[in-house]
């Protein structure tokens, strides 16, 4: 051991010895009591990859006193093969030193004193290294808080007693009394992640001193992986791929010790959440349960069955599911034995969710006799719900059914039988609030953030498999990189593209030399990290005939859903290979993503039951050029069809009145329904048919109903015709004017957000209508960033073609009017001080402001800034939707455009527009000329845009004289670049028709 305790560990290999070394065993002994179990098996198991690794070469054997013959007649240290006839020792203390040894055969080798086990292993190494260089000795300390509990004095002061003698130990051996400075070296840790790297990186030095390398050199060890790719392209590794699973050892410790803490908690539950792609699955399967199946890796947990499950797969409900996998072959097969089925076991876990402690402790004490455990020794049981997330991504699913499930769960957790590891997206964790016992059950201690490999890790993730392999990355003399590195490098950059770096791997492999070299010839051929899942799903995509490609759309909304909102994240979806007839275009399109030369979608189950399909990961989704701009495409009916699907369950399963209550209102609910309906019936599962078929019977019934009341209505105005015919005439007008309107403005916002059918209508916008573009939006609205600018070009697109603003002149002038009033489409809501003009909306009779707080409530908003109680009911009304109640649905996207867009045409301002009278415009909208100098800057642009010449009348100089700025009309407010003020607004009158105000111009 070196005295400097900065030094690395272990000490010279004499030369004498160098010859012989590498071709016998290296045998290394594990020192340590009992309480850093965890580091002593990690240390066992590194020992064997190190096994693995150095085969070819030596063998590399753990030494443990469990794994030697114990005599029963004399003490367990006789049978324990001595330190010193080992050639490495690694010692690990914490807390405790360990229990005495008998003093008439154990003393010290150097001290000569009483010692415990872990010294007597100690000294014994340290003095035959003292006579003849070995055994080598690392030394490790850990440093983390020690905690023990107040309730048990003896157990206490005995644990404080252990405690103060590792520190004298310490002082003893590693500390010069004198000098105050270390006399030897060791190494402290504070968990056993740290334990674990450290101990990786000493042993691994010390076994390739023994190879007498050169510098640079790298161990040439034999191919210990057998099983095809040691990369698994888009699929998560499971248990059986432990052996090539690398880079997550931090992780991977912080779980288990976090499941640990759980169970001695009283609830051992841990939910595990992350980016898509992070490696959550992986992490779990092939980490973390190996880890767990160590014997006294928790406790005295010598056993631990474990079964996986996700929501998705599914065939009946939850219940069953869950009760199924407790009986699968992995788990719990001994409960057959003791008269337990699925639906036995199901109906337990879903009437009583806490008694379902006796089967499973039934089952594992099956499972003890069959294992032969001590008394001591325990056994549990793991569930892995993998993907946790398909609780809100699965169709139709009944929320009693969550409420069911999670309480299964809580009741297993509970047990102190069953530790319950869930994975989820982190994109989804704000739903979870929608079940809350769920988010309960997942608070504090029980998350688990996954965060993105570092570089470190990316290191290992590439590296590792190959070794285990016995693959060689290509080596770049020319730029001096490894593929390795550039492979590393290119991942470091987008650590969340783990799947892409995966599929990259695995492709390498799958195009690796005859010298099992991955080729950077074969890395630039498929595009790189970024481009390799694009590319290799276009190829096959362009191999298939013109009909069996014309389905991928088809197939992908069956293979993915959306959330709700512009931002909503793609997410998989499972559905059954039976919904795609054999032989058809989407089958033959399935068949061809399923074969094993692509492998970008997988399919499980037998056919007896029903097989199930799914994208082998979502970023085949989001990667894939084409399916990513397809989805996009698609996006408003994939939510449309989501939402339709939660509402059918609902409808489902209601009764009676509710059942009725549940049915889709008229308005535009119900004609996106139809309209859906009638574009992808096929693609619409019964359920969702029948139920807009009959929302729309029950609302041409309430229409009939209607008609009725409205006839009758009609005669009693007939019988009052001779008193007051033209009273009535003019009543019956503003009503069909009324119905009229509302019908189409209604018919309009079903357009908006799918923008895509204005090319189909074309021929009637006549020859001088130019469509817009987001290069045309992005120019005129510099400062409008593109993802926004993505979500308003279909709503301009539409209600520019339904309100005949369809000329370059009228584009230029609508376009340049809602930059200036919106600043640029960033802000739809007046921005409120309140300010002395905006103190003048509250209690405003002329604006329907009649309560307290109106003012505020209904500011503007929009892109024109629409104000007041009378303009929000008015609207709502024409919209059916309810902008009282909720009046932040007017600052939406599709209802500011839309509305902007009524208002414009009800002003009359494409008569304006066509003599380039933009000053004019300006004077509708505002009621004054406010900073024109802006506007002026917007029209210049939306003119350029549209290709339009300038011989027009400017606005600037046609102000008032050539004036920029002229006071404003009386009880406007403040210039629009502010947002601070409405301009203009419409008051409403006295006396109406149709409600508290007329169908005036809305302000």
């Keep these: 051991m070196s005295p400097d305790p900065d030094a690395k560990p272990g000490s010279d290999v004499p030369a004498s010895e160098q010859a012989g070394i590498a071709r016998r065993n290296i045998r290394i002994f594990i020192s340590s009591p009992s309480d850093v179990r965890p580091e002593r098996l990690n240390t066992k198991r590194l020992i064997e990859k190190l096994d693995r690794e150095f085969g070819h070469h030596f063998r590399v054997e753990p030494v443990l006193w469990e794994w030697e013959p114990l005599v029963a007649t004399g003490h367990f240290q006789d049978s324990i093969t001595p330190p010193r006839e080992t050639n490495i020792v690694v010692v690990i203390l914490w807390s405790r030193l360990g229990v005495p040894l008998p003093t008439d055969k154990f003393l010290g080798a150097i001290t000569g004193r009483p010692v415990t086990g872990t010294e007597w292993e100690f000294e014994d190494a340290f003095a035959a290294a003292r006579q003849g260089g070995e055994p080598e000795l690392l030394f490790y300390l850990k440093t983390a808080e020690v905690k023990g509990s107040l309730e048990d004095e003896t157990a206490l002061l005995q644990q404080l007693d252990q405690k103060k003698r590792v520190l004298d130990f310490i002082q003893r051996w590693f500390v010069d009394a004198a000098s105050k400075s270390f006399k030897l070296a060791y190494s ?10 450290t101990l990786e990186t000493h042993l691994r030095e010390l076994l390739e001193r023994r190879l007498n390398l050169a510098e640079g050199a790298s161990v040439e060890g034999g191919i210990r992986w057998h099983q095809g790719s040691p990369y698994r392209g888009l699929e998560s590794f499971e248990l059986e791929h432990a052996q090539v699973f690398f880079g997550r050892t931090r992780a991977r410790n912080e779980i288990r010790e976090r499941l640990a803490r759980q169970a001695d908690a009283g609830c051992a539950f841990v939910l595990v959440f992350g980016a898509s792609g992070s490696g959550k699955s992986s992490l779990v399967k092939a980490g973390l349960l190996p880890d767990l199946k160590l014997p006294g890796m928790i406790g005295q947990v010598a056993v631990c069955r474990h079964a996986v499950l996700r929501p998705a797969d599914a065939r009946g409900d939850l219940l069953s599911h869950l009760a199924t996998a407790i009986l699968s072959a992995t788990a719990l097969p001994e409960l057959a034995d003791l008269q337990y089925d699925p639906a036995t076991l199901a109906k337990l876990l879903r009437e009583a969710p806490n008694q379902a402690r006796q089967p499973i402790l039934q089952g594992l004490t099956a499972v003890g006799k069959t294992e032969r455990l001590t008394e001591r020794a325990e056994a549990r049981l793991l569930l892995v719900i993998d993907q946790l997330e398909e609780l809100f991504t699965l169709d139709g699913l009944p929320p009693l059914d969550k409420i069911a499930f999670v309480a299964a769960l809580e009741g297993l957790a509970k047990s102190g039988l069953v530790w319950v590891v ?45 070794r285990e392999a016995g693959l060689r990355f290509e080596f770049d003399r020319a730029r001096g990189l490894g593929l390795d590195d550039e492979l590393c490098q290119a991942a470091a950059r987008a650590p969340s593209a783990l799947p892409l770096l995966e599929f990259t791997l695995d492709q390498l492999w799958q195009r690796r030399t005859a010298r099992d070299e991955l080729t950077f010839a074969a890395y630039d051929e498929m595009g790189g990290l970024e481009g390799a899942l694009g590319r290799r799903a276009e190829e096959e995509f362009a191999q298939l005939p013109v009909e069996v490609q014309s389905a991928l759309p088809q197939v992908l909304r069956a293979l993915a859903t959306t959330g709700q909102g512009s931002r909503g994240a793609v997410t998989a979806r499972v559905v059954p290979l039976k919904d795609f007839v054999p032989g058809s275009p989407p089958r033959q399109l399935v068949d061809a993503f399923l074969a094993p030369k692509a492998r970008l979608l997988l399919v499980w189950g037998d056919e007896e039951e029903g097989q199930q399909l799914r994208v082998t990961h979502e970023a085949l989704l989001t990667h894939w050029n084409r399916a990513k701009e397809q989805l996009l495409h698609d996006r408003a009916d994939l939510q449309t069809r989501d939402r339709l699907k939660e509402a059918a369950s609902l409808w489902q399963n209601a009764q009676g009145a509710d059942r009725t209550s549940r049915l889709l209102p008229t308005g535009l609910p119900l004609a996106e329904a139809e309209d859906l309906l009638q574009r992808r019936r096929d693609e619409l599962d019964g359920t969702v048919v029948g139920y807009i078929e009959a929302s729309t019977t029950a609302a041409r019934a309430q229409a009939r109903r209607q008609r009725r009341q409205l006839l009758a209505v009609v005669v009693i105005f007939a019988m009052l015709a001779v008193a007051a015919s033209a009273t009535a005439s003019w009543a019956i007008q503003a009503r069909k004017d009324a119905l009229a309107k509302t019908e189409r403005l209604q018919a309009v916002l079903l357009l908006v957000g799918k ?25 005129i609205m510099p400062s409008l960033p593109e993802q926004k600018a993505e979500v308003y070009l279909p709503y301009l697109q539409v209600v520019m073609h339904e309100f005949g603003i369809n000329t370059p002149l009228r584009q230029a002038a609508f376009l340049a009017i809602i930059a200036h009033e919106s600043a640029e489409l960033r802000v739809l809501e007046e921005i409120w001080g309140p300010n002395a003009f905006q103190l003048k909306y509250e209690m405003n009779k002329s604006l329907g402001n009649t309560q307290p707080g109106d003012g505020q409530r209904f500011k503007g908003r929009g892109v024109v800034l629409i104000t007041g109680r009378y303009n929000y009911a008015r609207f709502g009304k024409l919209l059916d939707m309810d902008f009282i109640s909720n009046p932040e649905l007017m600052s939406t996207p599709e209802v500011a455009i839309l509305i902007g867009a009524d208002f414009w045409e009800e002003k009359g301002l494409n008569k304006f527009a066509d003599v380039g009278d933009i000053s004019t415009i300006q004077r509708r909208v505002s009621g004054g000329l406010l900073r024109l100098d802006g506007l002026s800057k917007y029209y210049q642009r939306a003119k350029e845009t549209f290709g339009i010449n300038d011989g027009i009348r400017d606005p600037v100089a046609n102000a008032n004289g050539g004036q920029t700025s002229v006071p404003t009309a009386a009880g406007a407010a403040p210039g629009p670049s502010a947002l601070i003020g409405a301009r203009s607004e419409i008051a409403a009158p006295a006396v109406a028709p149709t409600l508290p105000g007329p169908a005036a111009p809305p302000r």
């Design 188 to 197: 402290s840790f504070v968990d056993t992640a740290d334990f674990e790297e």
């Design 422 to 466: 869930a994975t989820m997206r982190s994109d989804f964790f704000d739903r979870l609030d929608s079940v809350p016992a769920l988010a309960q059950l997942a608070a504090g201690e029980a998350r688990y953030l996954l965060t993105l490999p570092t570089p470190a890790e990316i290191g290992q993730i590439v590296r590792q498999p190959a």
């Design 755 to 779: 923008g895509s059918l204005i090319r189909a209508r074309k021929e009637d916008q006549g020859q001088e209508f130019r469509e817009l573009r987001l290069e045309n939006l992005r120019h």
